[in-house]
């Protein structure tokens, strides 16, 4: 079984562009998507496969972990611009907040993204979290319960948007009445393989709804990557999957990953303590957690050790790895390491 790859585009979101002027971020986040366009999975002989299938971004407005005035760049501006600049990579966000836009404006904004990268629009979709972002730009913070509602609703009218140009919806949370999408996304063929549509990844690990609502429309989830959570989360989608019906086969299960790699351990060490360090000065109240949390992940180690841990998920049926790199805006070492040296193991 092949397992597919993405690329996290730093944004600023996770203080990732600290350092780095306002006026050079784009020229940054532009040849970051580039790279991804032309990279190569193993040493750039003939025959050697693009390593990274899609490019992400996060769909946030103020960074983590906590918040600053460090930047952090819009999602969907950023789709637009990658789809002008790029021309094979997927574009996703992991993932867009179902209430930061009514959902007919977004079908609408993904659709034209659709338009201008020639059918390379991933929906990434999910309730929202980030409590702080909501009451700071006014959308309050409804309870758990209410956020999960408006997500299932508002991926029937983006699915219905796509397919049939028009949306005529009359929810709890959301009503349409006749929104036109035109023109329609170049795509065809994802969830029922009918008809125009973009692919939607449905986000989040709640077991009760957030699942229940991938079971029900997702084409991909991403939830827990780590083997144990993975494997628990995956169980609950096959539950739900029989209960309403679908194809749990059919949905491509995927995790995120912060990836740490060295040739050795020694530069694994080195790239730990950058990681650090960089926390250290950028959100110094909040950098043990982040410290602990990079140190403490499953692909951490050195091309070798990564490959057995990917191996092992992929035996759990995560089959499609976002990854993310600390330094990437600094460094592309680790990144062509990855490619170079991982990736390939899963190409055979």
Known sequence: MVMRFGLFIPQGWRHDLVGIDPSEQWETMRSLARYA?????????PGDLPAFESVWVYDHFHPVPEPTTEATHEAWTLMAAFAASTERVRLGQMCSCIAY?????LAKVAATVDIVSGGRTEMGIGAGWYEHEWRAYGYGFPGAGDRLKALDEGVQIMAQAWREGTSTFAGDYYTTDGALCHPQPLQ???GDGVGPS??????GGGEKRTLRTAAKYAQYTNFDGAPEGFAHKSQVLRDHCADVGTDFDAITRSGNYNVVIGEDEAEVADRLAWIEDHYRRAVPGKADGEIQSWKNGPLVGTPEQIVEKLTELQGLGMTYGITYFADAAYDRSAMELFAREVIPAFRD
Request: no cysteine.
């Open 37 to 45: 366009d032309t990279a190569l999975a193993g040493k750039g002989l």
């Open 101 to 105: 836009r009514n959902p007919a404006y």
């Open 188 to 190: 065809h063929g994802a």
């Open 198 to 203: 973009i692919p939607l990844w449905i986000a």
